[in-house]
């Protein structure tokens, strides 16, 4: 006789694994890491029996167990990130190819923004979840979304014409030739 969480965990799996895969790897951009971050989402989620579990609250703890693990890593690594730029010298330089590639990868945009941006933009445009409901998983204030989500769409912005070019508004540019 299954118990009612082991079966729970059992049709997360099955239903909704590849949709956490995907959203794992949003936040990370790494497949391993993501597959890692699934897995220990679940033992967490479901290492302990949690009766009276539905499908979208496991879900959802899961979600929040993933998000949670890459804030904590970057915490962690935020130290190594203030320095790792010293230690590493290209042996070349890339062509201007490459580096426009490189602007136009939103993965890696997203992935260079702090960790709480990042959350606010996957789980703004990615969940489409209105500000309240991010600030509500985050357990921060509605402003404070707002403001993640600002600063992160200017860096994101900035990264696709880091010149500050003028952007391509209809209305006062008229140029005459």
């Not at 609250?57 to 970057?74: G, K, M, P, Q």
């Not at 136009?104 to 709480?116: F, M, S, T, V």
């Not at 404070?144 to 860096?155: C, F, I, P, T």
Request: aromatic letters at 6%; proline letters at 3%.
């Amino acid at each position: 006789m299954a118990r009612s969480w082991d079966a729970v965990a059992t049709k997360l799996v099955v239903e909704r694994g590849d949709a956490l895969s995907r959203y794992a790897y949003l936040l990370t951009g790494s497949v391993d890491d993501a597959a890692d971050l699934v897995q220990d989402a679940l033992v967490r989620t479901f290492g302990t029996p949690r009766f009276g579990l539905t499908l979208p609250r496991a879900e959802a703890y899961v979600r929040r167990a993933i998000l949670n693990a890459v804030i904590d890593r970057s915490r962690r690594d935020g130290r190594w990130r203030k320095v790792r730029h010293l230690t590493l010298a290209p042996d070349s330089v890339e062509s201007a190819d490459a580096a426009s590639d490189e602007r136009l990868d939103l993965l890696e945009r997203i992935r260079g923004l702090a960790p709480r941006q990042a959350a606010c933009i996957v789980l703004r445009y990615y969940d489409d979840l209105t500000v309240d409901q991010v600030a509500h998983s985050l357990g921060i204030s509605s402003g404070a979304v707002k403001r993640y989500l600002s600063d992160g769409l200017r860096a994101l912005s900035s990264s696709i014409d880091p010149a500050g070019g003028r952007s391509t508004r209809t209305g006062g540019d008229h140029v005459s030739r």
